[in-house]
């Protein structure tokens, strides 16, 4: 039997987010306002989710700059198998705990954590997919996809998905990340990477 949908938790000085598909489809949650923090829209994570539908099964997701957790919890409804979400705002951790909670779910981690010092320990376990959407105008994108490819995080065949001001094509990520589908929306360019180096 489908779980009820559960009642906007937005109010004064919060955004919302919908989650799109899977296991807690339709389900609407509050957010806290923040400076940078840009949801990704529904029609871009609807786009990105059918991308990745044959690999987001049993996955491991990494979210190092998670905001309102709409990418996070859009991939664990989907079936991953877990889920590390980062971000330095504490009202934004404190509020995707609340929604981890209120689901019942035992599959997500979250820290409050800047992304580029976490990121400089070596990881115990691969990522199978990573989300990368930090706040723009801050040169944010490549030091942290350094990391990820110098500190163990990817998995040999990860998936990437970046958010940027700028085309994918010029953006200077790691060699072995071949792009595999792009979009823009409105002043947003958007893209998902397969890495093929070990």
């Known amino acids: 039997m489908a779980n009820p949908p559960i009642r906007p938790t937005a109010s004064r000085g919060q955004g919302q987010l919908r989650i799109i598909g899977g296991e807690w489809r339709s389900r609407r949650f509050g957010f806290p306002d923040a400076e940078g923090l840009r949801p990704t829209p529904d029609r871009v994570r609807e786009t990105l989710f059918n991308w990745l539908a044959p690999y987001i099964s049993g996955a491991r997701v990494l979210d190092p700059f998670t905001g309102s957790g709409a990418l996070y919890l859009e991939a664990l409804s989907r079936g ?5 979400a980062l971000d330095v705002n504490a009202n934004a951790i404190a509020s995707l705990r ?12 979250l820290l ?7 990121l400089e320990h070596q990881s115990p376990t691969p990522f199978d997919l990573v989300f990368l959407d930090p706040p723009f105008n801050k040169n944010l994108l490549l030091p942290t996809c350094a990391l990820l490819e110098d ?4 998995a040999y065949h990860a998936w990437i998905y970046t958010e940027s001001e700028s085309t994918p094509s010029g953006l200077g990520l790691p060699t072995g ?3 595999h ?13 397969e ?3 070990g």
């Open 195 to 197: 890495r093929n180096s």
């Open 151 to 154: 500190r163990g995080w990817l």
């Open 80 to 84: 991953a198998s877990m889920a590390l």
């Open 181 to 193: 589908r792009e979009k823009k929306a409105g002043n947003v360019h958007y893209a998902l990477w």
């Open 112 to 118: 409050q954590s800047d992304a580029l010092r976490y």
């Open 177 to 179: 990340w071949r792009l």
């Open 98 to 109: 609340k929604h981890l909670d209120t689901l019942n779910c035992g599959q997500g981690q």
